[in-house]
Nanobody
């Protein structure tokens, strides 16, 4: 079972940037498609971004497209989320998730498809 540990959250002003990291304990990290989700109070956990096993395929929610960038370093067992031009509505707890993926080109945006989750890291954007 893979363990995921997010880091990099914090308080930032609107328009600023943060880089989230998610380190995986499993040496088979390259077997997983990875995703980022977020949840704010009173709302359901929502898809933010995902990346395929090899990193060649990525997807983004419309709300973050053009501002966020997902990447991964399989040698370091880590996935990243670079967040630029942050807005107040980006305030949430951000979770990374791993899905056992059989295809190198696939990723999923569906929360229920992910097998493992981290504990989350808080991102707060102030005006």
């Amino acid at each position: 079972q893979v363990q995921l540990l997010e880091s990099g959250g914090g308080l930032v002003q609107a328009g600023g940037s943060l880089r989230l990291s998610c380190a995986a304990s499993d040496r088979s990290f390259s077997s997983y498609a990875m995703g980022w989700f977020r949840q704010s109070p009173g709302k359901e956990r929502e898809f933010v971004s995902a990346i395929s096993r090899g990193g060649s395929y990525t997807g983004y929610a419309d709300s973050v497209k053009g501002r966020f960038t997902i990447s991964r370093d399989n040698a370091k067992n880590t996935v990243y989320l670079q967040m630029n031009s942050l807005k107040r509505e980006d305030t949430a707890v951000y979770y990374c998730a791993a899905q056992v993926a059989f295809l190198t080109s696939s990723y999923t945006t569906r929360r229920e498809d992910y097998d493992y989750w981290g504990q989350g890291t808080q991102v707060t954007v102030s005006s």
